[in-house]
């Protein structure tokens, strides 16, 4: 009996595989509809229109990192780079990345907590700095991201419009950014 069970099972199992997949016919008069992503108002081709002095400059913890070993002060070198006013901002998956760092890191922290910086509270789950940066950077185009990370210029590189900062040969660069404002080029 049992077995004559599992010959009919099979049987249908067979009679299920077997049944052709019906394909919807597409009328050919009809419109392509593409889904086409929508690019803020802000940008002119590449020209980000929302960058201006003072500058935002979104600060990553390599950053700070690199600044201090390369004896760089940050709002001067950041000033000395622009030749303008910026305003340094730090989020706080960025300072809670410095915190994890531990005592070793004390003087990036202290640098961190300047009155100069500009504090952007987070409001997503987890700490992890890069996903906030990019995510902030897609959401609002009026920042410049400082950074050494590799991983993290390539993923600002794929969004229109913003510009990056990173240390060469002790001083600051920027890369990306408009002609007009004075951005010396290297």
Same mark, same amino acid.
């Given at each position: 009996m049992k077995r004559m069970l599992s010959l009919r099972d099979q049987r249908l199992k067979e009679k299920d595989r077997l049944k052709p997949k019906k394909k919807e016919k597409r009328d050919p008069s009809a419109l392509k509809e593409r889904e086409v992503p929508q690019h803020p108002s802000c940008l002119f081709f590449q020209y980000n229109?929302?960058?201006?002095?003072?500058?935002?400059?979104?600060?990553?913890?390599?950053?700070?990192?690199?600044?201090?070993? /390369?004896?760089?002060?940050?709002?001067?070198?950041?000033?000395?780079?622009?030749? /303008?006013?910026?305003?340094p901002c730090i989020t706080d998956c960025v300072m809670a990345e410095i915190e994890k760092l531990g005592q070793k890191y004390r003087v990036a922290l202290r640098i961190a907590k300047d009155p100069r910086f500009e504090r952007l509270p987070c409001t997503h789950k987890g700490? !992890? /700095?890069?996903?906030?940066?990019?995510?902030?950077?897609?959401?609002?185009?009026? !920042?410049?991201? /400082?950074t050494v990370d590799r991983d993290l210029k390539r993923r600002i590189r794929k969004i229109p419009g913003v510009p990056i900062m990173y240390i060469s040969n002790h001083r600051y660069n920027i890369e990306r950014m408009p002609d007009d404002y004075g951005a010396p080029r290297f």
């Open positions: 229109t929302q960058l201006g002095p003072p500058y935002h400059i979104l600060v990553d913890t390599n950053f700070i990192n690199f600044s201090i070993k /390369a004896k760089l002060d940050l709002v001067q070198s950041m000033m000395d780079c622009l030749y /303008a006013k910026c305003i700490t !992890y /700095a890069d996903d906030c940066l990019v995510q902030r950077v897609t959401q609002h185009k009026c !920042y410049i991201v /400082a």
